[in-house]
């Protein structure tokens, strides 16, 4: 069975969708993330990606008011990116109620800051943030694109213990024009041992069928369900 996490992206405290990762073409949805939150808590959803896009730009945590008041409030499993640069900002993020902390750019300029959180942590509670962009990896809320393959970045983790990684094609992300099943079908076919999580693209729920027959085990909802094109109760089958 596919695992469908929604997203939700935080700018100002407030739910919002960008496109491509340009922050100049967001737009907002919802003063009220934890109404969101709830709403796929009584779908029978069980697990939240939760961004922190304020704070992936500024380069540390900023957002963890709204962190707080989910995990608090509902029985979501929350992990939550964007950010997380220092001991400070990963400390205050698992203690404000996170069930885990995806990483992405510090793991492409500190790998041992990562490393260090690895052996703190458990790497079963970090997820490896993959953001890519033309087979290149992307940092800083995708406002920098560096010279490191996708399948060199996630082996070298791998190798540390990771098991899960949040792959999100930046060409696809808010396009509802359909997931990369080719880039995930090589993913999934490369390494085995880990969950790819696949994210960009979703604009139907044949999407999540198309996924799942290529052998990703969980993918992320996000604008489709913001622009109406895919409910809650289109989800009963995968819940």
């Not at 996490?5 to 934890?34: C, M």
């Not at 929350?78 to 109620?97: A, L, N, P, Q, R």
């Not at 949040?166 to 992300?173: E, M």
Request: proline share 2%; net charge positive; hydrophobic share 40%.
């Amino acid at each position: 069975m596919l695992e469908i996490i929604p997203a939700i992206d935080i700018i100002d405290g407030q739910a919002v969708r960008l496109q491509k990762g340009d922050y100049s073409l967001k737009t907002f949805y919802s003063n009220n993330p934890l109404d969101i939150a709830k709403q796929f808590e009584d779908a029978g959803l069980t697990r939240l990606h939760l961004v922190d896009l304020d704070g992936a730009k500024a380069k540390q945590v900023v957002n963890l008011n709204v962190l707080e008041k989910i995990a608090s409030n509902t029985s979501l499993k929350v992990d939550f990116g964007g950010g997380i640069k220092s001991d400070k900002d990963i400390e205050s993020v698992f203690k404000s109620g996170a069930k885990f902390a995806t990483i992405g750019s510090i793991a492409v300029t500190d790998p041992e800051l990562l490393n260090k959180w690895i052996d703190k942590y458990g790497a079963e509670n970090l997820i490896l943030g993959a953001d890519v962009k033309n087979m290149k990896i992307a940092i800083s809320g995708w406002l920098s694109i560096t010279d490191i393959n996708l399948d060199k970045f996630i082996k070298s983790y791998i190798n540390k213990g990771i098991k899960q990684v949040i792959c999100t094609d930046i060409n696809k992300d808010g396009m509802l024009k359909g997931p990369s099943v080719s880039l995930y079908s090589k993913l999934v076919n490369k390494f085995p041992e880990i969950k790819i999580i696949a994210s960009g693209g979703i604009s139907k729920v044949n999407d999540f069928d198309q996924l799942h027959e290529i052998g990703i085990k969980s993918a992320i909802l996000g604008k489709a369900f913001y622009d109406g094109l895919i409910k809650l109760t289109d989800l009963k089958r995968f819940i």
